[in-house]
T-cell receptor, first 113, second 115 residues
Framework: GAGVSQSPRYKVTKRGQDVALRCDPI?????LYWYRQALGQGPEFLTYFNYEAQQDKSGLPNDRFSAERPEGSISTLTIQRTEQRDSAMYRC???????????FGEGSRLTVL | GQQLNQSPQSMFIQEGEDVSMNCTSSSIFNTWLWYKQDPGEGPVLLIALYKAGELTSNGRLTAQFGITRKDSFLNISASIPSDVGIYFCAGENNAGGTSYGKLTFGQGTILTVHP
C-alpha cells in the first residue's frame, strides 16, 4: 500500500506478557516516529528514528518500552511485561525528510487485561 | 513538560456556519501545525505555520501563528458535513535543526456539523 502500515491493528494481551508492534513506513521515508494516543487525547511523542539511528527516545515512559529500526525501514516497538496502563492506540508516522510532514498510520490498538 | 490547551473541547454547528478554535501554550514553539483526525484514521496535516504572525490559508481553512509564539488559531469558513472530525493543534520546537517531528499535541476539538 501507499500509506504507513501498522500491525496488528488490534492486540489484546494479558498483563505481564510482552508485545511487539510493527510499523512499515512509506517507501523511501527517512524519518519514523512512534506516538501513543489515549482515548480523548492527542498523540503523545514516544521516540523517533532518522534512517536506522534512534535520535530521541525521551518520550518512552520507562525501560519496559523499546524501539528499533535496524535497516532504516520497518520499525518495531516492543513493550515488555505489559501493564493495564499501557492500553492505548500506538501510532507510527513517517516523513520523507528530517524536516518534513508526518504521515500517520491507522494505529495499533493495544488492550492489556 | 510542555502543555497545549485547546478550546473548545467540542462544537456543534449548522452546515454553512464558520468555526473558530484555538490553542495556547505555556511555552514557545517555533512551528505550529493543525491536524484533522477522522474516525479510525490517523491525523492528517491541514496547515503548517513557521513564522510568528504568519497567516496561512488552505481552501476554507485559515490559521495564524500568534505573535508571542505561544498560541495559534484555526478558522473554517462555510462548514460542510465532511468537516466533521477531531481537530488537533500541535507545536514543534526544532531549534538547532533537531527534533523535527517531535510534536506536542493539544487535546483536540470535536467538530459536529448538522446538515
Amino acid at each position: 500500500g501507499a500509506g504507513v502500515s501498522q500491525s496488528p491493528r488490534y492486540k489484546v494481551t494479558k498483563r505481564g506478557q510482552d508485545v511487539a508492534l510493527r510499523c512499515d513506513p512509506i517507501s523511501g521515508h527517512v524519518s519514523l516516529y512512534w506516538y501513543r494516543q489515549a482515548l480523548g487525547q492527542g498523540p503523545e511523542f514516544l521516540t523517533y528514528f532518522n534512517y536506522e539511528a534512534q535520535q530521541d527516545k525521551s518520550g518512552l515512559p520507562n525501560d519496559r518500552f523499546s524501539a528499533e529500526r535496524p535497516e532504516g525501514s520497518i520499525s518495531t516497538l516492543t513493550i515488555q511485561r505489559t501493564e493495564q496502563r499501557d492500553s492505548a492506540m500506538y501510532r507510527c508516522a513517517s516523513s520523507p525528510s528530517m524536516a518534513g510532514e508526518l504521515f500517520f498510520g491507522e494505529g495499533s490498538r493495544l488492550t492489556v487485561l | 513538560g510542555q502543555q497545549l490547551n485547546q478550546s473548545p473541547q467540542s462544537m456543534f454547528i449548522q452546515e454553512g456556519e464558520d468555526v473558530s478554535m484555538n490553542c495556547t501554550s505555556s511555552s514557545i514553539f517555533n512551528t505550529w501545525l493543525w491536524y484533522k483526525q477522522d474516525p479510525g484514521e490517523g491525523p492528517v496535516l491541514l496547515i503548517a505555520l513557521y513564522k510568528a504572525g504568519e497567516l496561512t490559508s488552505n481552501g476554507r481553512l485559515t490559521a495564524q501563528f500568534g505573535i508571542t509564539r505561544k498560541d495559534s488559531f484555526l478558522n473554517i469558513s462555510a462548514s460542510i458535513p465532511s468537516d466533521v472530525g477531531i481537530y488537533f493543534c500541535a507545536g514543534e520546537n526544532n531549534a538547532g535543526g533537531t527534533s523535527y517531528g517531535k510534536l506536542t499535541f493539544g487535546q483536540g476539538t470535536i467538530l459536529t456539523v448538522h446538515p
